[in-house]
Structure formats: structure tokens, C-alpha cells
């Protein structure tokens, strides 16, 4: 199981380790978030590639999105986890990149600024 650690600082950008990680279709990946920024309320990861269905299994999320493409998570305590599962890109014969943004939300539901990131996820030739 591969894990993503984001830390949220309350008076820096995000730092992401494990930025870019090379993932088999089908693998677990964990989200890990924390922060010492009480402002955040949640936090959401959304992929760009309409291919990209992390978030297939999972059902709706905890507000009630059911988009394969993104999942929206409360951060408790400040911290959070939450996991997806690699797709299978089928058809392919090159490895896919699938850029993700990452932001984190007030209690309001407004984007915190400095917040958003964009990592990416891997995977070798299908």
C-alpha cells in the first residue's frame, strides 16, 4: 500500500512527500493529511484525466459527491486519511500520468488560499 503524505502548515504553502509516485493499476493509496492550521476544515483531491477513477469503490464521499474523480475528506484534530484505489486504464500502451489538485476548505466551504498543490500519480504500462 503506497501512502501520501500532505502537511498543511498554517503559515506555509503545502508540502506534498511523495509527490510523484509510480503505482500498479489496482494498488491502495492512502492520503495522510496534517496540519497545525485550524482554519482547515476538509480537504479535496480531484484528478484532471476523465480516466483517472481513484474513487470508484469508495461511494460518496462524507458530503456527498459520488464523482469516480474526486473525494472530498473532513480533517478531525487536524488530520485526515483516506484512500483510493489505482484504476485500470485499459487500452493503453504507455505509462498514464494522472495529475491530481489538491485544496483544502474552511468551514464556510471556501478554498483556503495557498493551499492547492498538484502532484501526480504514475502508472507503469498498463
Not at 53 to 66: H, I, L, N, Q, V
Not at 104 to 116: C, F, L, P, R, T
Amino acid at each position: 500500500m503506497a501512502e501520501i503524505q500532505m502537511i498543511f502548515p498554517a503559515n506555509a504553502r503545502p508540502t506534498i512527500l511523495n509527490e510523484t509516485l509510480v503505482l500498479r493499476s489496482g494498488e491502495l493509496v492512502t492520503w495522510r493529511i496534517t496540519t497545525n492550521n485550524k482554519k482547515i476544515d476538509s480537504v479535496k483531491v480531484r484528478f484532471a484525466d476523465e480516466r483517472a477513477e481513484f474513487f470508484a469503490r469508495k461511494g460518496p464521499d462524507p458530503y456527498g459527491s459520488t464523482d469516480v474523480l474526486e473525494y472530498r475528506q473532513p480533517v478531525r484534530n487536524c488530520q485526515a486519511d483516506f484512500y483510493g484505489h489505482v484504476p485500470e486504464y485499459e487500452g493503453e500502451d504507455v505509462p498514464v500520468f494522472a495529475k491530481y489538485t489538491v485544496w483544502a476548505y474552511d468551514a464556510e466551504g471556501e478554498v483556503i488560499k495557498n493551499s492547492e498543490v498538484d502532484p501526480e500519480i504514475i502508472t507503469p504500462k498498463p
